[in-house]
């Protein structure tokens, strides 16, 4: 057991620092670990919990570490160059059609490669898969439902699930019955017929930009024009750019990811949301809030759902299971707001109802309490491999590289230097065995060339350093032509 010199002309404090700093640098704490109780290390080096505190206070303020309620100190990336907010000057976008659609298919199919390691894709639940638990319960529902397994079930869903939700929704203030809850094919049918509600073909949809590229091919898919809104890396949509945008088009929707975005992973406020609300409803224009990645917050408090806020139901929320517990069972659903009933006719029309084995199982889940414990140690989980991911991109990347610091999700947005294209040495990356997300994709109108998407929803192991070594040596070895980098200047940020 080390002892400190407290005979030394060093304060006892800085000794606790010079400590941490020595098992950093010999590999016993890494970026995202939980350093040391100030209770263990006062009685490990004979000293009063006051002075541990003192030199865990230092490293706070110098960035080093970050003190998480109720939970304790960790450890953060110390050679990651955070992504701050955009410049003075952001090119306001038009009205427009998709332009990276060869792209986007790209990515979906590199996701299935073998031997691939897929940072391309948000999965956030291969950091803590809960299949065991999950084909125990459905082994059981199995043996209790017998026929009605394989039966057409009712277009809205199971009660007892939507049940389930709408206590959820009601725990956080949502005054939401179960009969108003349609239970979709995933987030993305539930988005689609959100859209189909209140937008038809040739209809402006306002979009936060960056954003999520499936959100991106559905607003093309049904003929509707996609308008990129600036998003802020901290706060999501800024709302003066909002505003103005609302002045300027005659925008049918916006479809948002307020509560934590992808791929940035920025999060309005509670009181910012609630505002955006406002103005929204102030035009009469009904917001489509994708709500997905709300449960995985990396915050003291979960946010609230932006359909809290909705005093007129021109709030549709739109979620899935697929981020938090299965993605392949595609369940997911919809609150509709005041839009009701043209939705539980689309649904009708579209896919009739969503498979009940699946919906029985999550029910049971959730019952059980064991989701709820599975989603405490998937959000420590990916808390854990944010800060290691964000380190090992800092070491292995080039300096000028700045990366995102999401308060949720399980993605990290990169920016290269502006000369650099993604995008051209995105098939180079797969024949070396590593996917990513090029950053062209999250943007209609093609900006972001010279960024990168990267997830942290991993099973961690050496192939993910050694993936993240191989973007980082494209990234360094990337040849600096001035007709690429005045195109990438273009089209960045």
Known sequence: MRLLDKNSSSYLYQQVIDFIEHQQHIGALNAGDKLPSLRKLSRQFEISVPTVKQAYLELERQGRV????????????????????????????????????????????????????????????????????????????????????????????????????????????????????????????????????????????????????????????????????????????????????????????????????????????????????TLLEQHQIPLIEDDVYSELFFTEKKPKPAQLYSEKGLVMTCSSFSKTAAPGYRVGWLLPGKFEEQAKRIKRAQSSSTPMLQQWTLNEYIASGDYDRHLTLLRKTLIYNCERMRALIGEHFPPEVCISKPMGGSVLWVRCQSHVNTSDFFQQALTQGVSFAPGMIFSPSGKYANYMRISFGVKWGDDIITAIKTLGDLVRHYPKNSALEQEAKCQKI
Not at 152 to 158: A, E, I, S
């Open 66 to 277: 970050c003190a998480r309620p109720q939970s304790g100190y960790y450890l953060q990336a110390q050679q990651a160059r955070t992504l701050q907010p955009r410049p003075a000057s952001w090119a306001q976008c038009k009205p427009t059609e998709v332009k990276c659609r060869n792209m986007i298919e790209q990515v979906h199919e590199a996701v299935h490669l073998p031997d691939t390691i897929a940072l391309g894709i948000s999965n956030p639940i291969q950091a803590n898969p809960p299949d065991k638990a999950l084909a125990r319960l459905m082994r059981a529902v199995i043996s209790k439902v017998a026929e009605k397994a394989v039966s057409y079930g009712p277009v809205t869903g199971d009660a007892k699930l939507r049940m389930q939700l709408a206590i959820r929704y009601q725990e956080q203030g949502v005054n939401i019955n179960p009969e108003d809850i349609v239970i979709t094919n995933g987030a993305q049918e539930a988005l689609s017929i959100a859209l189909q509600c209140v937008a038809t073909r040739g209809d402006i949809i306002a979009i936060e930009s960056p954003c999520f590229f499936g959100m991106i091919e559905l607003i093309e898919a049904l003929g509707m024009k996609a308008l990129e809104v600036y998003t802020c890396t901290e706060d999501g949509v800024g709302l003066g750019e909002l505003e103005q945008v609302l002045a300027e088009h005659k925008v049918a929707a916006c479809l948002f990811s307020s509560a934590i975005n992808n791929p940035l992973g920025s999060m309005k406020s509670d009181q910012q949301r609630q505002a955006m609300v």
